[in-house]
């Protein structure tokens, strides 16, 4: 979580997230699979890292396995993966 913490401080300090679901598999009524594609969008003009590959529009994308777990009623992620979409390559649902 520490880079979280540093990322979201600077290169991703004010952008926008949206999340556009793909697909959701419950494994047991209290765990499920979610995936999802993501989009970013506000980056600043400088101090993006190199090995972010934005579109020509300025936008990350990528796509996001996440395990979620219900405890005492409460849907929590337990494990992530995220990949991102280098540009030009098709994006399929």
């Not at 679901?21 to 980056?43: H, M, N, P, W």
């Not at 395990?67 to 979409?85: C, E, F, P, R, T």
Request: proline content about 3%.
């Amino acid at each position: 979580m520490d880079q979280h913490d540093v990322i979201f401080k600077s290169f991703f300090k004010n952008t926008v997230l949206k999340q556009k679901i793909v697909s959701i598999k419950f494994v047991r009524s209290d765990v499920a699979l979610l995936e999802t594609l993501c989009q970013v969008s506000g980056f600043a003009k400088e101090g993006i890292p190199a090995r972010l590959q934005l579109d020509a529009k300025g936008q990350l994308h990528t796509r996001l396995l996440q395990v979620l777990s219900k405890d005492a009623g409460v849907w929590k992620i337990v494990s992530y993966h995220n990949v991102d979409i280098k540009p030009g390559i098709p994006i399929s649902e």
